[in-house]
């Protein structure tokens, strides 16, 4: 599985990106995905996950930040609104294998594979 992310850039405060996970290759079983972001100088942390029946959101993107898929499990979007310059950071969707009885996760040991990242800049 490979996984592309896009949709990163460059936004005013109060702006909103629509961030995308492509997964290609033999994408069975991506029940359980991810984004994660990290900022510089900072550790990368989850900041969404879903899988069936279960969304998580760190909380500092709650009521912001939407996570949703397509029916075919393929394709990962993070709707980002209201962002802030803190949301700065080089944003990272990720995949596990693990079955989706277990739900997901935002510790990023849940997961084994990594999409290359999208840089979003909030300027204020």
């Known amino acids: 599985v490979q996984l592309q992310a896009s949709g990163g850039g460059l936004v005013q405060a109060g702006g909103s990106l629509k961030l995308s996970c492509a997964a290609s290759?033999?994408?069975?079983?991506?029940?359980?995905m991810a984004w994660f972001r990290q900022a510089p100088r900072k550790e990368r942390e989850g900041v969404s996950c879903?899988?069936?029946?279960?969304?998580y959101y760190v909380d500092s993107v709650k009521g912001r930040f939407t996570i949703s898929r397509d029916k075919s499990k393929t394709t990962t979007y993070l709707q980002m609104n209201n962002l802030k310059p803190e949301d700065t950071a080089v944003y990272y969707c990720?995949?596990?294998?693990?079955?989706?009885?277990?739900?997901?996760?935002?510790?990023?040991?849940?997961?084994?594979?990594w999409g290359q990242g999208t840089l979003v800049t909030v300027s204020s």
């Open positions: 990720a995949v596990t294998q693990r079955s989706s009885d277990f739900g997901c996760s935002l510790s990023r040991n849940w997961y084994e594979l």
């Open positions: 290759g033999d994408t069975f079983g991506n029940d359980v």
């Open positions: 879903i899988s069936d029946g279960t969304i």
